[in-house]
């Protein structure tokens, strides 16, 4: 049974500081891997999305990476500002061709404080 | 992206009563639509796969007598948490499937007294 783990559960960091998000998972027979942003109450947007031949993908300030094989993720945020303040999930998917069951994390709670 | 709304995005009820979720994609159509679950301080979880026309796939667990699909047309899937009570307090999402990415939408959550 896929499990998806991230560290840490909450951080908080100071206005410009880079940052690093970690997400593990059990079974590296994933499809692909996405990370999205969850704001309070609020739905889930999709930020970046790995497929399992890829290694990384980026978006801005934003950079993931995946090691499939070691069943590990990062997200990466450069220069960080109050406006990034979200919880962060992470989520494999393991049907292939089909995003059908997402399995997440409980996400990381991100305070970027100004 | 593709738009998805919910509907309502807060609900308290009378344990006993049941709830109607909406789950609507305003610029698409979708042919598969998901619902998942949220307790406080866990993952999302998926509940079931909703297919347009056909009945819903649950996830283990999950009982279908009492959280009822309905996926009638390609933009509009109901969830029904039937004789709802105070354990069924959580938020409930939807996605929709577009190409390689699930749209979600806002979200909706239920308080059961």
């Known amino acids: 049974k896929q499990e998806v783990t991230q560290i840490p559960a909450a951080l908080s960091v100071p206005e410009g500081e880079n940052l690093v998000l970690n997400c593990s998972f059990t079974?590296?027979?994933?499809?692909?891997l996405q990370w999205f942003r969850q704001d309070p109450g609020k739905g889930l947007t999709s930020l970046l999305l790995?497929?399992?031949?890829?290694r990384e993908q980026t978006s801005g300030r934003l950079n993931a990476s995946l090691d499939k094989s070691s069943g590990r993720s990062t997200l990466y945020i450069a220069a960080s500002q109050p406006g990034d303040s979200a919880t962060y999930l992470c989520?494999?998917?393991?049907?292939?061709?089909?995003?059908?069951?997402?399995?997440f994390g409980k996400g990381t709670k991100l305070s970027v404080k100004p | 992206g593709a738009v998805v709304s919910q509907h309502p995005s807060w609900v308290i009820c009378k344990s006993g009563t049941s709830v109607k979720i909406e789950c609507r994609s305003l610029?698409?159509?979708?042919?598969?639509m998901f619902w998942y679950r949220q307790f406080p301080k866990q993952s999302l979880m998926l509940m079931a796969t909703?297919?347009?026309?056909?009945?819903?796939?649950?996830e283990q667990g999950v009982e279908k007598d009492k959280f009822l699909i309905n996926h009638a047309s390609l933009t509009l899937s109901t969830l029904t948490v039937t004789s709802a009570h105070p354990e069924d307090s959580s938020f409930y999402i939807c996605?929709?499937?577009?190409?390689?990415?699930?749209?979600f939408g806002p979200g909706t959550r239920l308080l059961v007294l």
């Open positions: 790995i497929q399992s031949s890829q």
């Open positions: 996605s929709q499937q577009a190409l390689e990415t699930q749209y």
């Open positions: 989520a494999v998917s393991s049907y292939g061709g089909s995003q059908g069951n997402l399995i």
């Open positions: 610029d698409f159509q979708a042919t598969t």
């Open positions: 079974d590296s027979a994933i499809y692909n």
């Open positions: 909703s297919n347009e026309g056909s009945k819903a796939t649950y």
